[in-house]
């Protein structure tokens, strides 16, 4: 992205380090808040009727909603964030990671907006940050609740497909929100997933080619058993009898054991 590159040269200086490790802080003092005043995350939330009633801290405080009211899962929720904000972080820079977080942020109270009296949720917001470390680490293992080990992307795969069952079938607020916390994704990798579409088609030309060059190809060896050919099976050994009439050629399995052609 020229655009980003001319950006971070001229406000890279500008840019917030760990703001994983800020949101996550935000998110653990209102989860500790909520404990005794369940009612305190009900003025986080990003409605946007109320912000336009006077309410403008819920256009930021929404941020700071925990992710589940079940402490293992929230906390387990907030060392992947960490873990995959952080790797992030050290691979774009604090620059463009800021970045991809504001996109990602911005787009989300837009689509809000759209629907004034829906709760708008940072849980899709976050889910970008997965599905960009997915991409960037697809083979990286995690180990769910740190005992079942899983290779990210089949993790991604299924969110993946979630979102589409959202836009399927949800309501439409969720379907915003999946469309917003996408964006980014679509804005960073957007060049990298052209690239891969581009080189599994040549593959696939490729492997199409090749098996048409095959099917074309004349078997030089064929068992008169079996039938199996050096075209069919390259790798098999072939032999001729000098016994039998005509000569005829054996595979390796049949040749052994065979009887004579008289």
């Known amino acids: 992205m020229k655009i980003l590159d001319k950006l971070e040269r001229e406000y890279g200086r500008y840019g917030v380090p760990n703001v994983t490790l800020g949101l996550i802080i935000l998110q653990v003092i209102a989860y500790i808040l909520s404990i005794s005043r369940w009612e305190i995350l009900q003025g986080l939330y990003l409605i946007p009727k109320l912000v336009l009633a006077g309410q403008v801290w819920r256009l930021f405080t929404f941020l700071a909603v925990p992710p589940t009211t079940y402490p293992i899962f929230a906390f387990f929720f907030w060392y992947l964030f960490y873990l995959m904000g952080s790797a992030l972080e050290s691979h774009w820079g604090t620059f463009r990671y800021n970045i991809y977080l504001l996109i990602g942020y911005a787009v989300t109270v837009g689509a809000a907006f759209l629907i004034p009296n829906a709760v708008a949720t940072n849980l899709f917001l976050q889910g970008s940050v997965f599905l960009a470390f997915a ?11 740190f005992i079942i080990p899983v290779k990210i992307k089949w993790l991604a795969l299924l969110t993946w497909l979630g979102y589409l069952w959202t836009l399927i079938t949800g309501d ?5 929100m999946v469309l917003a916390s996408i964006c980014n994704f679509l804005l960073f990798f957007a060049s990298d997933i052209r690239d891969r579409i581009k080189t599994g088609k040549r593959h696939m030309e490729f492997q199409v080619k090749r098996t048409a060059e095959r099917t074309k190809k004349e078997p030089f060896h064929r068992c008169v058993v079996c039938g199996v050919t050096d075209v069919s099976n390259p790798d098999m050994d072939f032999r001729y009898c000098p016994d039998c009439k005509d000569a005829p050629g054996y595979c390796s399995d049949h040749l052994p054991n065979h009887q004579h052609i008289s």
Do not use: Q
């Open 172 to 176: 439409w607020i969720s379907r915003l």
């Open 135 to 145: 991409w960037l680490y697809p083979d990286f293992l995690l180990y769910i609740f």
